[in-house]
């Protein structure tokens, strides 16, 4: 076992003055803990409160036109492709275990009418993808909420 505390990196869709943007973040406050039956393993408690947990197939196709994140949530991707373009014109693709977190809620639309963010399929597959949405509100304007 090693003793230097990993890093988990991860996507965030947040919003700056009214406009959306992607933010690459890490995740690297572990600390060893220990569960009855099993040997100390790496964790990061986030810090959250109540959540729900979703499992969604996007099929091949699939687009969602602008729209925001109903609440903050996790986007963990178990199969297939999708992507996230937020109103700063930038454009992630993701695939299995690539995580994000939609926090885009109280965007302005732009001049084109459009707010939050636009996502979808990529290739030829489904994509599979499990939502675990919290129920506190977003935190206060900035990337990399975890970090």
């Known amino acids: 076992m090693t003793d230097v505390s990993p890093v988990v990196a991860y996507w965030h869709v947040w919003v700056d003055r009214g406009v959306s943007r992607q933010a690459r973040c890490r995740i690297e406050r572990f600390g060893m803990k220990t569960i009855p039956g099993a040997s100390p393993q790496w964790w990061d408690d986030l810090g959250t409160s109540r959540a729900s947990v979703s499992m969604i197939v996007l099929p091949v196709g699939w687009v969602g036109e ?13 199969s297939g492709r999708w992507f996230v373009e937020t109103m700063d014109g930038e454009r992630v693709e993701m695939g299995a275990g690539e995580i994000s977190f939609g926090e885009d809620q109280g965007c302005v639309p732009d001049a084109q009418g459009r707010t939050g963010h636009r996502s979808g399929t990529v290739g030829d597959a489904p994509a599979v993808l499990m939502l675990v949405q919290l129920e506190d509100g977003p935190a206060p304007a900035g990337p990399c909420r975890f970090a």
């Open 66 to 78: 602008w729209h925001e994140n109903p609440k903050p949530q996790w986007i963990v991707p178990l």
